[in-house]
């Protein structure tokens, strides 16, 4: 268990995130997506990184592709594994705290409807990788935003692992984003095709997905 000071320094000043959330918002407005270096509060990102580390490697597990029975490890798209992130924690708490600061601020300001939330910790030895790919797919309205953020001090741009976010299925080149501390990285999660390229060392972030609530009378629909 990290011990972690009061928990409303945790979220930064609400103020701060005002402003971060507001910048965000005018990014997907404009192009669909947003890289902010240094977005999370610096002493939430600490101990979220402290946390990772700590984290029992059985607590992580192959990441693979698709939802409960359609679930399916292939390792010829992805080899990072990951840790669903839940409430339970005080440090996992305050993640979820902080992110659904984000999604009731996007939801007033973009009319997205964002319903809920689910992430998990994902840890990319040296060599993982996660091949190009759509977090949602047209038609199966579901995953609405995707966000990542990093914890991975001084990193430079040779040591790779970078996340390439790409206009559209033309576009080659994408943009590339070093996965730094606290970086956050926010895009509609049917619009972009990405993905990690691999690293000469271990790589940590988180990645979530807000969703729309998809639920019809005769189904329910929760987050994971
Ligand atoms: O770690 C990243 O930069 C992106 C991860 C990703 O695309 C995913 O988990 O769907
Ligand atoms: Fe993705």
Known sequence: MVALRQRPSMGG???GDETLFGLIAQDIEKQGYSIRPGALPEELA???LLYQQNLETEKFK???IGRGDDYLENKFVRTDEICWITGETEVGKAWL???SGLQSFLNRRLFLGLFSFESHFAHYGPGDYYKRH???FKGEANRVLSIVVYFNTGWTHEEG??????KDDADKEGVKVVPLMGTLVTFLSEEFPHEVLPATRDRYSIAGWFRVNTSATDKVDPPL
């Open 62 to 64: 192959r990441a693979g």
């Open 134 to 136: 759509y977090d949602a």
């Open 97 to 99: 705290d902080w992110s």
């Open 161 to 166: 692992g970078a996340l390439v976010l790409y």
């Open 13 to 15: 000043d609400s103020t």
């Open 46 to 48: 600490n101990a979220l």
